[in-house]
């Protein structure tokens, strides 16, 4: 409604009577509601790094700073004369602010981090000022002020913290449409970067979380808006039956980090016995595990599926001069507090300079009115401003303010500035008492140390970045100690959540009907499988189709094959012989699966109508067997059975037609002879910074693994282990010696210190043990025996160090020839009469024994092939021959 339309003909509305309508005021409403929390709530300004609520507990501490601590009951109460709100939004804003441990020292049950205990009550608890905040945070010279909203107090608009707050306490806020996550950094390390900054250098910032764990930082993008960072749980492998979390990841407690476990466990995602809590001042989540379940798995399933890996994505949002939130990143908030420090220390030395120069203005004056007794001229006067006069007139015969010329051979003392009548009043304000004790030397000598003094503050002033640097070095020696880094900086693998999800489901096929899934268990069982495993189906029609596991999905009919497929899984061979519904010939070949579209069916044959299956068989590791061909007893052919060997077939596309095996009918295709990997061994590495197994070429290879091959370990602690091939294996690089393919005959040389006979001993050996996947210690069992190197090249030559009369030697020993090979629990032969300080192999990296064969090698196609030969020979107007291979273009 219109102004105009209340008001009578010929009169017009004034300003009083405007109306306002209820959409107008939402509007007006939510600005100002939306204003007032981003500004005054929840988020940070970037001069102190403070919300509101911390900075006026910080100003009520400092009013209330005596070196005591105070009852939390009574710092809440004198905040509230500055906050107007509760009093529990301020206690919960102490007790975070004193659980950070640099501003607040606390004292009594301020609660605990790691388990998410609470805080007794604050009655019962106390609290100070630090002393890093009582010298960074507070100056009243340096502070900006404002009325309180009562008006009865003043507050500070920002306190002049001289260093980046902000970035080492970290905030969280969540305002109106907005919302800021800043993570916390290391002191040390803010210390250092901001030194960079001065010296303009390109500092580097990363998070540092004091529950420690491991942080990934590759998209951190210097926590600006849109980048993310992965944060880790620190987990330790105790033995096959154990594994410990020692380290949080941030933002998690024990309560729920053991909670998302069992949470994870009751899905089925992680096979756990029992979960103990034995946190005390350290982290220790003892978690057992279930019988058969790997260790290694288990922890990469923990990361798969539990809190003990977190996605976090900074935000770093701060209001910069009081005006309004801005998006900038961890490096503009270093560089900025650094640079405002630099101004504060100016600000700080120009008020310091002001005061020394009064003060020796002062001095001065003070020393010619005692030593030239002008006290004595004022005896006469008649009044107080005679009185002035008389010590002004006599002051000019020994002084000269800055405005008075200096005239040849004018040898008065210059002042700093103008004698003001304040001045002249102080000098008659001196007693009697002092006068008749002045010590003239006393009064140099005081003259002298504020004329040094002011000198180095002007130095300052004039070198003013070298100044700062001292400032952030000072910071760094005094308060550094004890808050080293403890989130370690790292690379995380993604980890394949289908690989690392326990087998909490059965696979079962209704192969007559058409049925797979986890829910016909009165069907036959396939194999056990997770519940996000994908499931391969291969029908007597020649058509295969992979589906996501589920209760129960239909395939089609006459299953032939069901089993758990993996993508980019290129060892599994499938060798199939089927019928070509058009030509009748019998067509043989080798595939694998490696990369599918789910539910789509694809023919593994030409698609001729009435084409089927003859024969198939999986092969988790390329294996080719020989079959035996029987062919129909009134087909032309001479020869009515043949064996055919799948060897001779090169493994192709899925797609490909395959090669004539026979043209005649075959009545029946028979197993005669299980057959070994045609893919030759499969090369194996270790990643050097995760101890992963893998076969993608990252880190040290351990060599070429074929069917039954072992990896052999050599570990620090002086034990070996040989095991078996799991690629789901992890290894902790810095605790082994060698890690690599076992071969028969294999020595392994080691040099160790004997702890009871005090000597250093060389010992070789063949390993004899023989059961694989156990641990067998080959040194002495005494605290003190050390193992320093192990290897097993088959000639060792290394450079040992020892110290004879506090002086370093050092010695070349060929070990080969030092020692014979011996048993593996002999202790070996003396190589020096007490410790060595080091030991340096001087071999190239041992390699790895060579792969057999290539990983896809095929044996050639056959230039003859039984009756497939015999068909090719009778037959004239067929082109294609034994082993050609036709290709179908899908």
Avoid at 238 to 265: C, H, R
Avoid at 430 to 440: E, L
Avoid at 869 to 888: C, N
Wanted: net charge neutral.
């Amino acid at each position: 409604m219109s102004d105009q339309a209340n008001t009578p003909p010929g009169e017009h509305a004034s300003d009083d009577d405007q109306i306002t309508t209820l959409k107008g005021m939402y509007e007006d409403y939510f600005l100002d509601y939306a204003s007032y929390v981003i500004l005054e709530r929840a988020v940070p300004t970037i001069e102190d790094g403070l919300k509101p609520v911390q900075r006026r507990i910080l100003h009520a501490l400092n009013e209330m700073h005596d070196g005591r601590y105070h009852k939390v009951a009574n710092v809440i109460g004198q905040t509230m004369q500055y906050h107007p709100h509760g009093d529990a939004a301020i206690g919960d804003a102490l007790v975070n602010m004193g659980q950070k441990d640099l501003l607040i020292d606390p004292q009594g049950n301020w609660g605990n981090t790691l388990t998410g205990d609470s805080a007794a009550a604050s009655r019962y608890i106390e609290a100070r000022l630090t002393k890093f905040a009582t010298e960074v945070v507070f100056n009243p010279q340096t502070t900006d002020w404002q009325v309180s909203y009562d008006g009865r107090k003043k507050e500070p608009i920002n306190l002049p913290v001289k260093f980046p707050l902000l970035l080492a306490q970290g905030a969280e806020g969540i305002a109106v449409g907005l919302s800021t996550k800043i993570m916390p950094h290391n002191f040390i390390e803010l210390c250092k970067e901001s030194i960079k900054v001065l010296q303009g250098k390109k500092p580097k910032l990363y998070p540092d979380f004091p529950t420690g764990g491991t942080v990934d930082v590759s998209d951190y993008q210097w926590g600006k808006r849109g980048g993310k960072i992965k944060v880790r749980a620190t987990i330790e492998k105790i033995d096959s039956k154990f594994i410990a979390i020692k380290e949080l990841p941030y933002g998690m407690t024990t309560q729920s980090l053991i909670d998302s476990i069992l949470k994870a466990n009751d899905k089925g995602k992680i096979k756990i016995k029992r979960v103990t809590d034995n946190t005390a001042a350290e982290v220790e989540i003892l978690v057992e595990l279930a019988s058969g379940i790997s260790p290694d798995v288990t922890i990469d399933a923990l990361y798969a599926f539990t809190n003990c890996e977190q996605s976090i994505s900074p935000n770093a949002c701060v209001i910069i001069s009081g005006d309004k939130p801005h998006f900038v990143s961890v490096l503009d908030i270093l560089e900025h507090n650094t640079l405002q420090t630099k101004e504060l220390l100016r600000q700080e030395l120009l008020i310091k300079q002001k005061e020394l120069e009064e003060k020796l203005h002062f001095a001065s004056l003070e020393k010619i009115f005692i030593q030239e007794r002008i006290y004595r001229d004022i005896e006469e006067a008649e009044n107080f401003e005679q009185v002035l006069e008389i010590i002004r007139a006599g002051l000019k015969k020994y002084v000269r303010e800055p405005e008075d010329k200096a005239a040849k051979g004018d040898t008065r003392l210059p002042l700093l500035r103008a004698i003001t009548e304040e001045d002249i009043v102080r000098l008659t304000e001196i007693r009697i008492k002092r006068i008749s004790k002045y010590n003239s030397f006393k009064a140099d000598e005081r003259i002298a140390a504020l004329e040094e003094e002011l000198k180095e503050v002007k130095h300052h002033l004039a070198n003013l970045t070298d100044y700062a640097i001292a400032w952030f070095q000072m910071l760094l020696d005094k308060y550094g100690k004890g808050r080293e880094r403890k989130t370690k900086l790292g690379s995380f693998e993604k980890v394949a959540v289908a690989a690392v999800a326990a087998n909490n489901a059965k696979l079962y096929v209704d192969r007559k009907e058409g049925f797979v899934g986890y829910g016909l268990k009165k069907e036959e069982f396939v194999t056990d499988c997770s519940d996000l495993d994908d499931v391969i189906v291969i029908r007597r029609d020649g058509k295969m189709v992979v589906t996501r596991i589920s209760d129960k999905t239909f395939v089609g009919k006459n299953i032939l094959h069901v089993g758990v497929w993996q993508k980019g899984d290129d060892r599994t061979t499938y060798n199939l012989i089927y019928l070509d519904g058009k030509t009748g010939r019998a067509m043989g070949k080798r595939f694998n699966v490696t990369a599918i579209t789910r539910d789509r069916e694809y023919d593994l044959t030409k698609g001729a109508k009435g084409s089927k299956v003859l024969y198939f068989s999986a092969n988790p590791n390329g294996e080719a067997e020989i079959v035996h061909l029987q062919l129909s007893p009134a087909c032309k052919a001479r020869t009515k059975a043949f064996d055919f060997d799948f060897a001779e077939l090169a493994i192709k596309g899925r797609g490909s037609a395959g090669n004539i095996v026979t043209r005649y009918p075959v009545r029946k295709v028979s197993l005669k002879e299980a057959g070994k990997s045609t893919l030759g061994a499969l090369k194996v590495w270790m990643d050097e910074v995760s101890g992963r197994l893998n076969t993608e070429e990252r880190g040290l290879l351990l060599g070429g693994f074929d069917t039954g091959d072992l990896v052999l370990v050599l570990y620090k602690d002086g034990s070996y282990e040989r095991e078996e091939l799991d690629l789901t294996r992890k290894y902790e690089p810095n605790d082994i010696f060698f890690i690599g393919k076992y071969a028969e005959g294999m020595v392994v040389s080691a040099i160790y210190y004997e702890g009871e006979r005090k000597y250093t001993l060389v010992k070789r050996f063949e390993i004899e043990t023989s059961s694989p996947g156990q641990r067998f210690q080959y040194l002495t069992e005494d605290r003190q025996t050390k193992l320093y190197f192990a290897t097993v090249h088959p000639t060792p030559e290394v450079e040992i160090a020892f110290r004879v009369k506090r002086e370093k030697k050092t010695k070349t020993v060929a070990l080969a020839d030092f020692i014979d090979v011996k048993g593996w629990k002999s202790l070996g032969n003396k190589l020096y009469d007490g410790k060595l300080i080091g030991v340096k192999e001087l071999n190239e990296p041992y390699t790895p024994p060579a792969p057999k064969q290539e990983k896809g090698a095929a044996k050639p196609p056959p230039k003859a092939a039984n009756e497939a030969s015999s068909d090719a020979a009778t037959t004239d107007d067929d082109k294609l021959k034994p082993g050609d291979t036709i290709e179908l273009d899908f």
